[in-house]
């Protein structure tokens, strides 16, 4: 991430911003934003909580962790979703917060079955919550002996969202035929490696990402979700993550902020989208989940594949980022999101999840809020 001139010399010679800044970064004592991927659910006696410790942990829109969980009955858990971690803007019918909470449900699934415990699903329990989800809750899970062991669990610490560069390594097709597989029968999985079509959709991708970023309520609700640099990202463990050297400078001198990020033509705007068209040119393939409608109950279905997709590649080394701006349901977005169902749903299916797919370095995992700030009391 160049810095402009100007700034640059701010950075080093005009100032002792970063002098005083930095340092003072890398030596507060803050509250670790990753501290729930660690041992999950370790000190607790109720497996239930255990369970729920793995499941905050699931892939989930703008990483907004939007659950809450009462255990207040014996040996069950009712979920709902927080009304104040919702994405109004761009999932103005929070299909994808629902996606995102079958990703929790799978999780939750996989690890009471490390405990010996069967978890029934039971999504919706009060019916299907429509137009928006509201105050009803998005399933009940019921706790009994007798769950089997998924091998998958195995990986569910390693499966990572990755917003970087891919490297430029091919995909075997074996590999992304295995992480399609991954998914649940009632989820449509299905792939390209084939160079034109990977050209055109990571044309597709990156101009949904542009209609996103010149959408103002869209970008807004991005940005005032983004944290910048250590100490922002330690006071929210939740949003959308920047961190690092040259992002910890750019922030230190005023230029990278959620203001400049929300206003087109800055440096932090043009930078943001520049960093998303390199994502888009490097994608090696791409992925997609399809269900017959769009059902809440689906919605839970495609969101629990998807777990199992992420953990799938995790296993195989291989690399995924969801890529779903193309089928968000607000107005500036439907011309794109009817070119990309004409291409990858023309039998009429709905697409539930586009995921760009290839090879990366590692990266860190999102920061969590942890369990106590998920628990229901009241």
């Known amino acids: 991430m160049p810095l402009p001139r100007r700034h640059f010399i701010r950075l080093i010679g005009g100032g002792a911003i970063a002098a005083a800044a930095l340092p003072a970064i890398g030596c507060a004592e803050e509250p670790d934003p990753r501290a729930a991927w660690i041992s999950p659910g370790a ?48 999932d103005p019918f929070n299909r994808q917060i629902v996606v995102g909470c079958g990703a929790f449900l799978e999780l939750l699934s996989m690890a009471a079955a490390e405990d010996g415990l069967d978890a029934r699903i039971t999504p919706f329990p009060n019916g299907e919550a429509e137009p928006l989800l509201g105050a009803r809750p998005f399933a009940r899970v019921d706790f009994r002996k007798g769950g089997a062991r998924d091998p998958l669990f195995t990986h569910a610490l390693q499966r990572r969202t990755s917003r970087v560069p891919f490297d430029g390594r091919i995909v075997p097709l074996d590999i992304v035929q295995r992480t399609a597989s ?18 055109s959709l990571r044309a597709l991708v990156f101009e949904a990402a542009r209609v996103e970023a010149y959408t103002p309520a869209a970008q807004r609700e991005t940005c005032e979700r983004t944290f910048i640099g250590a100490a922002e990202i330690a006071a929210h463990p939740y949003g959308i993550a920047l961190e690092g050297p040259a992002i910890e400078a750019a922030h230190a001198v005023g230029l990278l902020t959620q203001a400049a990020m929300d206003k087109p033509g800055s440096w932090a705007f043009n930078q943001s989208l520049d960093f998303l068209k390199s994502l888009a040119a490097t994608a090696a393939g791409f992925v997609w989940l399809a269900t017959p409608a769009n059902s809440r109950a689906e919605q839970i279905a495609a969101g629990r594949s998807y777990f199992r997709l992420n953990t799938q590649a ?19 977005m439907a011309p794109l999101f009817g070119q990309v169902h004409k291409r990858l749903a023309p039998g009429g299916e709905r697409l539930q999840m586009l995921v760009r797919i290839g090879y990366a370095k590692p990266v860190k995992p999102a920061p969590r809020r942890g369990l106590a700030a998920q628990i229901r009391t009241a």
């Open 182 to 199: 991954a998914v649940h029968p009632d989820v449509a999985a299905a792939f390209t490696l084939d160079p034109t079509q990977v050209a």
């Open 314 to 332: 995790a296993a195989e080394g291989l690399a995924v980022h969801p890529w779903s701006q193309s089928l968000q349901e607000y107005a500036s």
């Open 43 to 90: 000190s607790e006696t109720d497996p239930r909580r255990r369970a729920l410790a793995y499941a905050l942990l699931a892939p989930n829109p703008h990483n907004m962790q939007p659950w809450m969980a009462d255990l207040r009955q014996p040996d069950a858990i009712i979920l709902y979703a927080d009304p104040t971690r919702l994405l109004p803007a761009s």
